[in-house]
C-alpha cells in the first residue's frame, strides 16, 4: 500500500524553498503513453531491440535538433514496445492510471507487468516514476536502478534519478546522474540547464 503525500523539496541552490519540479516525470509519462497509443501492434521488443544502436548513434553525431528529437521519441517508442505478447496492453493500463493520478492503481498494474516481463525496463522505470511521485524516493531509485541494469544507456531514467537525488539533497549523486544522461543523450536540454547550475553551485561552494 502507497501511502500518499506530497514530495517536500530540499532547499534549492540559492537557499529559497521551491515546490518539487515534476514537469520530467509528467512528460515521460505522456511520451510512454503517446508510444504505445502510436503502434498498440507494434512488434515485440524492448531494450535489446537491434534498431536502437544506429538510434544512439545519431544521437551522438547529430548536430540537428529535429534529427535529434527523431531519434529520442523514436528510442521512447521502441523501449515503450512489449517483449511480451499481452504485455503492452498491461502496460497502457497502468499508464493510464498512472496519468489519471490513480497512483496505487498504476503500481498495481506495473507490478503485473513486471510479473510478465521481469526484463522490460521502461517498466521499472515507469514504476519509479510512480513511486516519486507519492514521495517514496528510495523506492523509486531501487527501480530506476533495475531498469540501468537492463537497459543501462536509458537516458531518461539517469535524467530522473538526478531528480532523485536532488530530492534527496544529494547534489553530487544528481550531478553525476545527469551528467551520465547527458553522455548518452547530449539534447537534453533541461537536463543540461540542470547539470550547469549544479556545477555553479557547487563552484560557488569552492570559493
Keep these: 500500500m502507497i501511502a500518499m503525500r506530497s514530495l517536500q523539496c530540499p532547499a534549492d541552490l ?18 510512454g503513453l503517446l508510444a504505445l ?19 544512439f548513434s545519431t544521437l551522438q553525431k547529430t548536430k540537428d535538433t529535429a534529427e535529434a528529437m527523431q531519434a529520442t521519441q523514436a ?5 515503450a514496445e512489449s517483449p511480451v505478447p499481452g504485455a503492452a496492453d ?21 507490478d503485473q507487468v513486471i510479473a510478465a ?4 525496463a521502461e517498466a521499472y522505470a515507469q514504476r519509479a516514476a510512480v513511486y516519486y511521485s507519492a514521495g517514496l524516493l528510495l523506492p523509486a531509485i531501487a527501480d530506476c536502478e533495475q531498469a540501468l541494469a537492463l ?28 551528467a551520465q544522461a547527458l553522455a548518452i543523450n547530449p539534447h537534453l ?9 549544479l556545477k ?7 570559493l
Design 37 to 55: 497509443l502510436w503502434a498498440p501492434y507494434a512488434a515485440v521488443a524492448d531494450q535489446n531491440d537491434p534498431r536502437l544502436d544506429a538510434l
Design 151 to 178: 537497459e543501462g544507456r536509458h537516458f531518461d531514467v539517469f535524467a530522473g534519478l538526478g531528480q532523485l537525488y536532488l530530492a534527496l539533497g544529494d547534489l553530487s549523486g544528481a550531478e553525476r546522474a545527469f
Design 14 to 31: 540559492t537557499g529559497s524553498r521551491q515546490r518539487c519540479n515534476y514537469a520530467y516525470m509528467a512528460v515521460r509519462i505522456l511520451l
Design 75 to 79: 528510442l521512447r517508442g521502441i523501449w
Design 90 to 110: 498491461e502496460l497502457l493500463q497502468a499508464l493510464l492510471q498512472q496519468n489519471a493520478g490513480n497512483l496505487r492503481d498504476a503500481v498495481d498494474g506495473y
Design 117 to 120: 516481463a521481469p526484463d522490460f
Design 189 to 197: 536540454s533541461d537536463v543540461r540547464q540542470g547539470l550547469e547550475k
Design 200 to 206: 555553479s553551485a557547487r563552484a560557488r561552494r569552492e
